[in-house]
């Protein structure tokens, strides 16, 4: 089959290539072996390929990656299944978090892993839900607790996360602010902010706003800063999920947990993971017409290394998607 492999870590044109590797063995116990119709790119896809930060490399091989095929958002059709499998069989459209080589035609994960693909959507709309989607219901409705009436912002509103983060606090009935680029405000205001910020021409730790619950997920202010909006009881939920500025927000997210036993606000790190509860809900909510993926552009298999040189250089809008088969 054809995949996407690296051979080292560094810019994704230099250290990814297309090549010819061995089809997935038969399954075993829970696996299922999927035919990869789509993919999509994430901050950990890029940070696996480029080793930045350095900490990435402790979990992806020192020197070189144990893992030679990258990717984790599927969305594909069953092939075969595990004598253990009890959820699937050949031929069920499923999404969802593989562990890791999507960027191929062919992938093998455990079942617990996927889920049943949304019915109103095509391969490629749920190749862009699983972990995009996922962390932002996590940050939203679990982590950040929102309530009809609230008041939400979500720094960062504009990225793949951050599109579907705005789509849940509307939801779920919140007054919902977007921090993003000026080339982005309309679309978040599409989406249903009630307002929206250019964080170039505003900075909102300044402003007079305050948040009943914050998601940063851009890692651009200080922690004072952001408790600053917050209400007394208010919610900040971290993330470090785009970009690669890392030293400031695992510096917020430390002295977050550090403060938290201490303040009247709850401050908190998020951990995102990927459930098959989750994926169901993320369905569910997709069929409802009630999450909607945001696509800026669709890549081939060969265009790997330039969908991945984009995300990482150009900051982009909402999700990018690989189209396989």
């Not at 499998?85 to 079942?111: C, K």
């Amino acid at each position: 089959m054809r995949a996407v492999v690296q051979k080292g870590y560094g810019s994704p044109a230099a250290v990814l290539r297309i090549a010819e590797v061995d089809r997935p063995r038969d399954p075993v116990d829970d696996e299922v072996v999927i035919r990869v119709h789509a993919a999509s790119v994430n901050f950990g896809d890029w940070a696996f390929v480029t080793g930045v930060p350095g900490m990435i490399r402790l979990a992806a091989g020192m020197r070189t990656p144990r893992a030679a095929v990258r990717g984790r958002d599927v969305a594909g059709t069953v092939e075969h299944v595990g004598p253990r499998v009890s959820r699937f069989r050949p031929g069920d459209e499923i999404f969802g978090e593989i562990v890791t080589g999507s960027y191929a035609e062919y992938a093998t994960t455990p079942e617990s892993t996927i889920s049943l693909k949304p019915r109103t959507l095509t391969f490629a709309q749920a190749a862009a839900l699983p972990i995009a989607a996922g962390t932002a219901l996590q940050g939203i409705r679990d982590s950040g607790g929102v309530t009809p009436g609230q008041s939400v912002l979500v720094n960062g509103a504009s990225g793949g996360v951050g599109t579907y983060a705005v789509q849940v606090a509307k939801m779920l009935g919140a007054e919902v602010t977007g921090v993003c680029s000026s080339r982005n405000l309309d679309q978040l205001r599409t989406l249903g902010a009630d307002h929206v910020i250019d964080y170039a021409v505003d900075d909102f730790t300044r402003g007079p706003g305050r948040y009943d619950v914050i998601l940063d997920l851009a890692g651009s202010h200080r922690l004072r800063a952001l408790r600053r909006v917050l209400t007394p009881r208010g919610t900040l939920v971290l993330s470090t999920g785009q970009g690669g500025r890392w030293v400031g927000p695992l510096q917020a997210m430390a002295a977050a947990g550090l403060m938290s036993p201490f303040v009247s606000q709850r401050l908190r790190v998020l951990a995102a993971k990927t459930t098959p509860e989750r994926l169901d809900d993320v369905a569910a909510l997709a069929d409802a017409g009630k999450l909607t993926p945001v696509i800026e552009r669709s890549y081939t298999l060969d265009e790997v290394p330039e969908a991945l040189r984009h995300f990482g250089e150009d900051h982009a809008r909402g999700k990018l998607v690989i189209s396989i088969h």
